[in-house]
T-cell receptor, first 114, second 113 residues
Framework: GNSVTQMEGPVTLSEEAFLTINCTYTATGYPSLFWYVQYPGEGLQLLLKATKADDKGSNKGFEATYRKETTSFHLEKGSVQVSDSAVYFCALSEGGGSNYKLTFGKGTLLTVNP | EAQVTQNPRYLITVTGKKLTVTCSQNMNHEYMSWYRQDPGLGLRQIYYSMNVEVTDKGDVPEGYKVSRKEKRNFPLILESPSPNQTSLYFC????????????FGPGTRLTVT
């Protein structure tokens, strides 16, 4: 079956530090890959996505590149802010273009200190 | 405003007392889904629905039921709740245009004693 493995947290950084959250996946076909973010007390929001190999998803200064050869989709940001403190989930979806099933990683808690 | 709503947001109940968590979306989405979120386990899919009267099991369906009689609503039913169903529950929906984006509700925190 499909699975997503992301780095264990929590991750604590100072403001303006560089962020990397590792994500690797196992899938039988050609999945689409996502990063979702969950701010305290809220539901999940889509942060970025990539639908095929070598695609780069980006949003709000975050980036992730779909690497088929290493089955990875690492999340990066060059300079984090306090407002980036949240839980980040890597996820994949298969289904011939439909996203009827998302498989999530366990989440990584990021805390950014001023 | 496009949104997914869930009710109640918080619920404390006792073992065996049937309960329903409602989910409604105002975006005319075909697809809806329920997840539970547990510490150290992330989100796991319980059930999903591709359209009215079409539902299927996710990864952890045991102890839950769903129905999809109307496009906008997708209630989650616990016929006989048990303490291991204490969790944070999220409903999500998406359409077929921009279909990679799922919209999540705010969550329902359920405690079963």
């Amino acid at each position: 079956g499909n699975s997503v493995t992301q780095m264990e947290g929590p991750v604590t950084l100072s403001e303006e530090a560089f962020l990397t959250i590792n994500c690797t996946y196992t899938a039988t076909g050609y999945p689409s890959l996502f990063w979702y973010v969950q701010y305290p007390g809220e539901g999940l929001q889509l942060l970025l996505k990539a639908t095929k190999a070598d695609d780069k998803g980006s949003n709000k200064g975050f980036e992730a590149t779909y690497r088929k050869e290493t089955t990875s989709f690492h999340l990066e940001k060059g300079s984090v802010q306090v407002s980036d403190s949240a839980v980040y989930f890597c996820a994949l979806s298969e289904g011939g273009g439909s996203n009827y099933k998302l498989t999530f990683g366990k989440g990584t808690l990021l805390t950014v200190n001023p | 405003e496009a949104q997914v709503t869930q009710n109640p947001r918080y619920l404390i109940t006792v073992t065996g007392k049937k309960l329903t968590v409602t989910c409604s979306q105002n975006m005319n989405h075909e697809y809806m889904s329920w997840y539970r979120q547990d510490p150290g386990l992330g989100l796991r899919q319980i059930y999903y629905s591709m359209n009215v009267e079409v539902t299927d099991k996710g990864d952890v369906p045991e102890g839950y039921k769903v129905s999809r009689k109307e496009k906008r609503n997708f209630p989650l039913i616990l016929e006989s709740p048990s303490p291991n169903q204490t969790s944070l529950y999220f409903c999500a929906s998406s359409g077929t245009s921009g279909f990679f984006k799922q919209y999540f509700g705010p969550g329902t925190r359920l405690t079963v004693t």
